[in-house]
């Protein structure tokens, strides 16, 4: 049973959010009013069903073997010594079916619509990853999927779209706004708002109305709860730092969750820096945002001085979201989780390094988690130990390198 | 008296319903829409809506989600807003003027300056979509001082008990959303929205209006016959972007539209 539903006691970090869904001044339901209903319901569901030993079980089977868990700790022992610092260890979500943290999300909200009667599946993707992951589980128990998809990044990803199709389901292009992500997850409400009644709406990452944040997050504790786990066993102890990418942060907040109450252990959440933070060309709330209103949330939002979303930039589809799930934006203010950055030519760097050097090609989102290692592992006794999650795999961005070396793959 | 209230104790007292169009500002421009809002007092307009452009509109359809981006590439922002209604004040100053839009921009003005700047330029009202009773405790505060109603929605989706929660912080009027769905969607179902409306009415004194999927003069006297409002937005929304290019034309086509929806409500 994942811990946010067990525990009652308000002193810890981790009996957040409050019953109505804030954490802290964020989060929340902003939405239209046709969907209070359906998202009551919802709620009502997701606290029942993560306390019925049924369907924990149902749960966790699938996650052994349909999803290959649980993922390795490894020891990136050349990398390391490479770096000259830290032990670092990688938790290898990258080798999840469907190669990133995302199906553990997509296979507990199937089964939650399976058990509300719910026979449609809608989703939003940028990069795609998430879009396969829900195709997947869709194909797996027998249901129709939809995922909206920006135009743009419909042309940046045909390989995930290719795949998405061959899995049954149709990817509907969205054409308005910046035709990219934030777009995606609009025209995905307004497919939910319309069809309310017999579709089931699975958020990929941990933002939007509540229950989403909290649920996505409960999906994925399962990463930090395994790595806690093994460090213990491998080392003896809890790592001094753990580490992870940030877009809307739900690879970060599934390694993170376990661990906030254990005040020894640093958290650092990456986020998207783009071309630089001074050049406004990044996608980093976090660092270089503020507060706002955004896909049913209150959270830290990329936005003009008029409340108006900026488009954002990274070469990581995967980071490339104006907002960060609430919890983050929580974290961030009562200063338990240090929020940094990565730019789009350091995670490239730590792209290369990881995959010359310890054989692993990681995806470009984790790479952001990865370059921040490298800065920070060097600073660090030999005998630290550092968990960077390696939120997913890198063949879906071999494209976007190669083009970038002006090689055409 | 606000001039919701008065606005609405008027068309009971004549017996007739309340037509209520939308536009977005900015929307061919500021001037232009000033003009239209003129116009429309003049058609039989009894309320403005005017929808404050946004970025990512949720609940629109793609007729005024496009609106919006035109406003926005003209850089139509909150205070040019302001500005408008300011403008049209001084030739009206008894039609009310609701702003319609999303909870963000509010959010970035901080909602006691955005109420403060709101009430010196003469609006009356506010429907704002994603800032349902549960979330909007900060903004009533805010704008309670300054007499500016928050209208809230009741859907097909509004369970029993949630209608009675909205009709207790509800002033104004109430807006009833016909369907489930975007704005501009097709499919209106008379009977269940008379069905709803009626389980409203047996809750509150406020006057209901309803929105959503209202297209032509036989709609709004289908769903006339069974609200005191009715509020028309894409179809009216869509006449605009036709005529961008020739404003002149474009006023002549909004003032016969809705002078036919005026003719319909009125022969009920």
Redo the contacts between chains.
Sequence with gaps: MPEAIKNTNTESLKSMPDERGHFGPYGGRFVSETLMGPLEELEEAYKKYLNDPEFMAEYEYELKHYVGRPSPLYHAKRWSEELGGAQIYLKREDLNHTGAHKVNNTVGQALLAKRMGKRRIIAETGAGQHGVATATVAARYGMECIVYMGAEDIKRQAINVYRMKLLGATVIPVEAGSKTLKDALNEAMRDWVTNVDDTFYIIGTVAGPHPYPAMVRDFNAIVGREAREQCQEQTGRLPDSIIACIGGGSNAIGLFHTFLDDKEVAIYGVEAAGDGIETGRHAAPLNAGQVGVLHGNRTYLVEDSYGQIIETHSISAGLDYPGVGPEHAWLKDIGRVKYVSATDDEALKAFHDLTLIEGIIPALESSHALAYTSKLAPEMDKDAIIITNLSGRGDKDIHTVASLEGITV | MSRIEACFNAIKEQNKKALIPFITAGDPSTDISLDLMHELAAAGADIIELGIP??????D??VI?RAS?RA?LKGT???DVFDIVKEFRKRNDTTPIVLMG????????GYTKFAEKAANAGVDGLII????P??SEELLTALKPYGIDQI????????DE?IDK?CEVASGFLYY?SL???TG?KQLDVDAVSKKVNQIRSKTSLAIGVGFGIKDAHTAEAVGRVSDAVVVGSALVERIAEHAEDSEKMKKEISSFIGSLRNALDSL
């Design positions: 946004f970025s990512d509109p949720m609940a359809g793609p989600q981006e926005l922002n909150s205070d999303y909870l963000n921009p509010i959010e970035v003005m979509v994603d800032s349902p549960e979330e809230f929605l009741i859907s097909p989706t509004t369970r949630r909205i959303v489930k769905g975007v969607s």
